[in-house]
């Protein structure tokens, strides 16, 4: 699954809508993360393995945010868990419009690439000089 498929996630449930993006964009990190919770290290934060009401999912979650932001030293492995979660997942969130940077930029001749684009504009042509540098380096 790519991250623009969980967008419809968006519409049904938030909380599900990040828990989609997070195990797609980063999901060992994320694992991590659920499992410093509590499921398998001292915490001990989450130990309800089946549903829960939305009045206890709601204590459950305060309780882990404000743990989170504590200097706790047994939330320390989640806390890294999360910031790992959350960079991998910004870094992969981050790439469809760097994509339409690059490829705006070359299809207006501010960038230059070796690699083809689609698009209706011609791309700049590579200078001589650039052309024989490319050609060596192949």
Do not use: C
Request: net charge negative.
């Amino acid at each position: 699954m790519a991250l623009e498929e969980t967008s419809p996630f968006y519409e049904v449930d938030m909380d599900l809508f990040w828990h989609a993006n997070f195990d797609v964009a980063a999901p060992a990190e994320f694992q991590h993360f659920v499992t410093a919770l509590g499921h398998g290290s001292g915490y001990h934060g989450v130990q309800d393995h089946a549903h829960v009401s939305k009045e206890k999912k709601a204590k459950i979650i305060e309780d882990a945010w404000k743990g989170l932001l504590s200097d706790d030293a047994m939330m320390e492995p989640a806390r890294r868990a999360a910031i790992m979660t959350y960079d991998k997942w910004l870094e992969a969130s981050s790439i469809p419009v760097k994509g339409t940077i690059s490829q705006t930029l070359m299809e207006h001749g501010l960038l230059v690439s070796l690699d083809v684009y689609e698009g209706k504009k011609l791309l700049p042509e590579l200078p001589e000089v650039l052309s024989r540098a490319v050609e060596a380096r192949l």
